[in-house]
Each structure stands twice: as structure tokens, then as C-alpha cells.
């Protein structure tokens, strides 16, 4: 992949420094606003957490552990997660301090009223709609399950099964063709997008970007390993019922079935992964380390204040088309 393109002061930082001119330049500050929506300092952030993954064309791998972006990294997670234990606090205050940490995630994803982007793709989307949609979660769908995988040494006995099961299953359980990843892929290649990892990375929202980061934020940091697992048990409880929903909008609109398959496949899935993730993995974490049992409802709010964000954003930009076009 090659690097993105600059989006402001941040993001030329990073891109700078990784380029072939490197040279050694002071960390800009970051401005006095939220950086959930600051689609520079996401798009920093996330080239950052990049070279922990696949890395990009003609930067050598061990700038994964250059201390300058390190640093810049942490003072961006710094704010971000305050941003989000801030946001997420209201939210939070009304989950008792006791009782089944599975089934309060399970209730927190099923009292969640934000707008579903989902019923709109199933009734009232045009094709344009669904191919942005398509694009806007490609960021975060083409390495689908990824971030997680960073928790996996950092759990252990029930929990750590549990994840690597419904990890197993992420990855295709053993068949290449059915990662979650490469169907998704196979899912943008039918609607007549570009399949490619990081594509579209120049085109997609600053809360799009955010999605997934804080994925990243939560799986590659230790220390937040009980809000990875939270946020992973909201994400696939919230994930079959809209899966449905966006399959059905895309057979409305005459999609291939290629491209349903992908949304098809979390139906059933996400079903059976919903209940893995909230009472084998986090249900199996706070048993056994009752300390994390704040993170992992943080965790969970997190995914669905920022889902919910990503979804009105959609959801505010269609409308509008359609009554612009009415
Ligand atoms: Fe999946
Ligand atoms: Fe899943």
C-alpha cells in the first residue's frame, strides 16, 4: 500500500517522516478540539497503527518502533480515549457494579437508540448509498478481526480459548476463501469497487477512520485489553440484525449475491459470536480478574457511541441527497 495521502499539519508529520526524505522534524501540537472527528489526526493515527500491520510500500518494517511517531502516537491515544471515557460516561452510569458483565453488554448494545443506517439501506438507500457505505467501511472490514488478534497472548485459560475460537471463525475456520477480510474484499470487487487493501483510505470520513483506530487503540495496548474484548462483544452484537438489514437493501437494489454474501455470513455468525464475546470472553475475563470489569463495559460503549457517530454521519449525508434530489 502506499502512503495516503496529507490531510493537515498531523498527518504531513507522520507522512513525512515515513517518506523517503525523512527527516527529523518537530512534532506539531495537536489543536484544542476533539480528535474523534479530526480527520487529520485520525488519518495520523491510523497511518501510526498501519506499520503494525501491514506497513506501506518503501518504508523500511522497523520504522514500526520509530520513537518519534511512538510518541506522537500515545499523545493522540491520550486524548482520544479521554475523549471517549468522557463521552461514554452517561451512558455507563446506569450499569450496576455487580451482576452478569455478559448479559450488561448484551443490554447496553440492545438499549443503544442510535439511528440505524441499517434500516435505511434496507428500505430507502439508492445504489450510490450502499457502494459509500461499502467504501466508508472498507477502512476497517478489509482486516476484519485483526486488532483483536494483538489481545490474543494477553489472555488466558477460558478467555483466550474463547477468543481464539470465535477468531478461528473470523479467519475462515481453516478455508482462506471465507476470511471475513478477503469476503469483504470479494463483497467491494462485486459492487465494482477496488478490492485493495487501503483504497479508498484517501476518501473516507474522519469518524470512518476512527472506527477502526480504536480498535487498534484498545487490541495493541495492554493495558487496555478489557476494553478490546468489550468493544468486540458490542461490535458483534450489534452486527446480525443490521447485517440482514443491509442484505436485504442490497438485493432491493439488484447487487450481485456476491456482494450480499458477505452480510449473509454475519447473520448467522455474529449470532453465535455475540454470546462468545460477551459471557466466554468478557464473561471469563472479570471472573478472573474483577478489575477489568470497567474497562470492558468502556470498551463497549465506546464501539457503540463512535458505530452510532459513523451511522447518523451516513445517514445525514444520504438524506440530504435525497432531498436535494426531490
Ligand atoms: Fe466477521
Ligand atoms: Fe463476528
Not at 434496507?122 to 472490514?141: F, G, I, M, N, P
Not at 468489550?230 to 452486527?239: I, K, P, R, T, V
Not at 452510532?308 to 451516513?314: H, K, T, V
Request: hydrophobic fraction near 45%; charged fraction near 25%.
Amino acid at each position: 500500500m502506499k502512503l495516503p495521502a496529507e490531510r493537515g499539519p498531523i498527518s504531513r508529520h507522520v507522512i513525512t517522516a515515513l517518506g523517503d526524505d525523512a527527516v527529523a522534524v518537530p512534532v506539531p501540537a495537536l489543536g484544542p478540539g476533539d480528535v474523534i472527528d479530526d480527520a487529520d489526526v485520525q488519518l495520523a493515527l491510523w497511518v501510526i497503527y498501519e506499520l503494525h500491520y501491514r506497513g506501506f510500500d518503501g518504508v523500511p518494517a522497523d520504522r514500526e518502533w520509530d520513537l518519534g511517531l511512538v510518541e506522537l502516537r500515545r499523545v493522540i491515544e491520550r486524548r482520544f480515549e479521554a475523549e471517549l471515557r468522557a463521552t461514554t460516561r452517561d451512558l455507563l452510569a446506569g450499569v450496576p457494579e455487580h451482576g452478569d458483565i455478559g448479559q450488561q453488554l448484551l443490554d447496553l448494545v440492545a438499549e443503544d437508540d442510535s439511528p440505524s443506517a441499517a434500516a435505511f439501506m434496507h428500505r430507502k438507500a439508492t445504489r450510490e448509498h450502499l457502494v459509500d457505505y461499502l467504501r466508508e467501511r472498507s477502512v476497517q472490514q478489509l482486516k476484519e478481526s485483526d486488532a483483536q488478534s494483538f489481545v490474543l497472548p494477553r489472555l488466558d485459560g477460558s478467555a483466550k480459548a474463547a477468543l481464539a475460537e470465535l477468531q478461528y471463525d473470523e479467519y475462515g475456520g481453516g478455508r482462506p476463501e471465507r476470511l471475513h477480510a478477503t469476503m469483504y474484499a470479494e463483497s467491494l470487487e462485486a459492487a465494482g469497487l477496488d478490492r485493495g487493501y487501503g483504497a479508498y483510505i484517501d476518501e473516507v470520513s474522519a469518524l470512518s477512520l476512527a472506527c477502526t483506530n480504536v480498535m487498534s487503540m484498545f487490541g495493541i495496548n495492554r493495558r487496555l485489553r478489557g476494553a478490546a474484548m468489550g468493544h468486540l462483544a458490542a461490535f458483534e452484537a450489534s452486527s446480525s440484525v443490521p447485517c440482514r438489514k443491509i442484505a436485504g437493501g442490497l438485493e432491493r437494489l439488484g447487487f450481485p449475491p456476491a456482494v450480499a454474501a458477505y452480510f449473509h455470513e454475519h447473520v448467522e455468525a455474529d449470532a453465535v459470536h455475540e454470546h462468545v464475546a460477551s459471557h466466554d470472553i468478557c464473561g471469563a475475563m472479570v471472573a478472573a480478574d474483577p478489575s477489568l470489569r470497567e474497562d470492558v463495559l468502556f470498551g463497549a460503549a465506546a464501539c457503540l457511541h463512535l458505530d452510532g457517530r459513523a451511522g447518523a454521519e451516513l445517514l445525514e449525508r444520504w438524506t440530504a441527497e435525497l432531498e436535494q434530489a426531490s
